[in-house]
């Protein structure tokens, strides 16, 4: 396994204008040392192809990997017209994954209008069903993030119903450890991660002894351990204490969970 950082875990630095998107990109691989990033696409201040070599170069001479390309989009919009702008925004991004290196472009399935899941569930997935040529012609993987507040993917079993319908080899799933709303969320994750190209490991409430509090990282661990994940298990702090202080708490206990697992 290998360990990475999504860099919305500076998302209030970079609000703020405490960080720019290129001293994370430094922070990961000076300060962090973790051997990938996770670039949420909205945070860079440009996407021409100029820039995005520039990024590029940069994450090689730093020796690190850009693991996955995270843009924001949302299938569930209520019309047509608007869903297609999202799929031409995505196959957008799937070409600056291509000139980034990123082999895993992060997307959402998206928010329908309250009560109209159901309604949109099939327009979403031929939304998806049409940036798979796209994702196939660049060779990179779209991993769809199950998430909740209304999203079409609350827990593993839609998810698993939209990976086994669109059932292609180029879609699979963004596992973020904090997303599902299922009984039991650990076996939700192990059911899940077979179709997991990246891993999003999720942190709320960490103490400064490295201790998260709201997830049980033994039982990830284990997880990651008996299924045998070998990929990027990227960290995404989203704690309300300071991102200077618990972003490399949460990445040292990471790596103590690796070391303890043998992973």
Not at 28 to 53: F, H, Q, W
Not at 58 to 71: E, F, K, R
Not at 130 to 143: I, N, R
């Amino acid at each position: 396994m290998k360990i990475g950082l999504c860099t919305w875990s500076y998302n209030r630095n970079w609000a703020s204008k405490r960080m720019t998107f290129e001293d994370i990109v430094k922070v990961c691989a000076t300060k962090l040392k973790v051997g990938g990033i996770d670039i949420i696409a909205d945070m860079m201040p440009k996407s021409n192809r100029e820039y995005l070599l520039k990024v590029k170069k940069m994450c090689t001479d730093l020796q690190l990997a850009i693991c996955c390309y995270s843009p924001g989009n949302n299938f569930g919009e209520p019309t047509a017209a608007a869903r297609q702008k999202q799929v031409d925004h995505i196959k957008q991004r799937i070409d600056e994954a291509y000139v980034l290196g990123a082999p895993v472009v992060r997307i959402f399935s998206g928010w329908p209008p309250k009560d109209k899941a159901k309604t949109l569930w099939k327009p979403m997935v031929q939304c998806i069903k049409q940036c798979v040529p796209t994702a196939k012609a660049a060779g990179v993987v779209l991993a769809i993030e199950p998430h909740n507040d209304g999203g079409f993917l609350p827990s593993s079993k839609e998810t698993l119903r939209l990976i086994k319908e669109i059932n292609s080899p180029f879609v699979g799933i963004n596992l973020d450890t904090g997303n599902y709303h299922d009984k039991d969320m650990y076996a939700a994750l192990e059911k899940s991660i077979t179709y997991a190209p990246h891993i999003h490991g999720k942190i709320h409430n960490i103490t400064a002894a490295g201790k998260e509090v709201e997830f049980n990282y033994d039982k990830i661990f284990a997880m990651l351990k008996k299924t045998g994940y070998r990929g990027f298990f990227s960290v995404e702090y989203e704690g309300h204490t300071s991102e200077d202080t618990y972003v490399p708490v949460s990445i040292n206990m990471v790596k103590k969970m690796a070391q303890k697992y043998e992973i």
